[in-house]
């Protein structure tokens, strides 16, 4: 398998702008996963889906983010308009899901520069 | 808050000698407790994990030990080699609360020569 795939991998854009990041989990995990890496806060859970649906999205900091999962191989999160306190590394993450197993597999992340 | 706390943001170690590190937390409903590696440029990876029935867990020269009374636990690196320098984040969960996890802001091992 491929592991969990990120894209973009880097994103420099202008504050205001729209930023879409996209995130294609493990085939077969059932949960995924979206994290902000910060030095401050280090690994921030923002959200997360289980079979699709969004279970807990209480650390998406503000309106301006959103997260959608239309399949099971597919995620994104949409950051709206964007600031420069947004820029972080981004992470996606999948895991077979509660009962099997609770290791979580990480992509590659996404470097975000806002400016 | 912080409910997983890692207070070492850094840690040198010589090459062949004991890495040590910590990770204390302070929700009594983690029962499974995890280690994870990461490089820069790279995903964390999956290193170690311990459930709370036990208080120790061994992987080749990796052992992560588990205090749950003082909420505490700790990854010994047994020797340091080179490729161990790296961020090293701790992760707790409760299985009532699916598969999500909680991690510290991590420790940065660097090994010696």
């Known amino acids: 398998d491929a592991g969990v795939i990120q894209s973009p991998r880097h994103e420099v854009t202008e504050m205001g702008q729209e930023v879409t990041l996209r995130c294609k989990p493990i085939?077969?995990?059932?949960?995924l996963f979206w994290y902000r890496q910060t030095m401050m806060r280090g690994l921030e859970l923002l959200i997360y889906?289980?079979?699709?649906?969004?279970?807990?999205d209480s650390g998406m900091p503000e309106d301006r983010f959103s997260a959608k999962m239309p399949n099971a191989s597919f995620s994104t999160l949409k950051i709206q308009p964007s600031e420069p306190r947004d820029s972080a590394v981004y992470f996606c993450?999948?895991?077979?899901?509660?009962?099997?197993?609770?290791?979580?597999?990480f992509g590659p992340g996404t470097r975000l520069t806002v400016t | 808050d912080q409910q997983v706390k890692q207070n070492s943001p850094s840690l040198s170690v010589q090459e062949g000698r004991i890495s040590i590190l910590n990770c204390d937390y302070t929700?009594?409903?983690?029962?499974?407790f995890l280690w994870y590696k990461k490089y820069p440029a790279e995903g964390p990876t999956f290193l170690i994990s311990?459930?709370?029935?036990?208080d120790k867990n061994e992987d080749g020269r990796f052992t992560v030990f588990l205090n749950k009374s003082a909420k505490h636990l700790s990854l010994h690196i047994v020797p340091s080699q080179p490729g161990d320098s790296a961020v090293y984040f701790c992760?707790?969960?409760?299985?009532?609360?699916?598969?999500?996890?909680?991690f510290g802001t991590g420790t940065r091992l660097q090994v010696t020569l």
């Open positions: 992760a707790a969960g409760d299985t009532g609360t699916a598969s999500k996890l909680t």
């Open positions: 993450a999948s895991s077979l899901g509660q009962g099997y197993s609770y290791e979580q597999y």
């Open positions: 085939s077969g995990h059932n949960s």
């Open positions: 889906f289980n079979n699709n649906v969004p279970i807990d």
């Open positions: 929700n009594s409903m983690f029962d499974y």
């Open positions: 311990i459930s709370s029935i036990k």
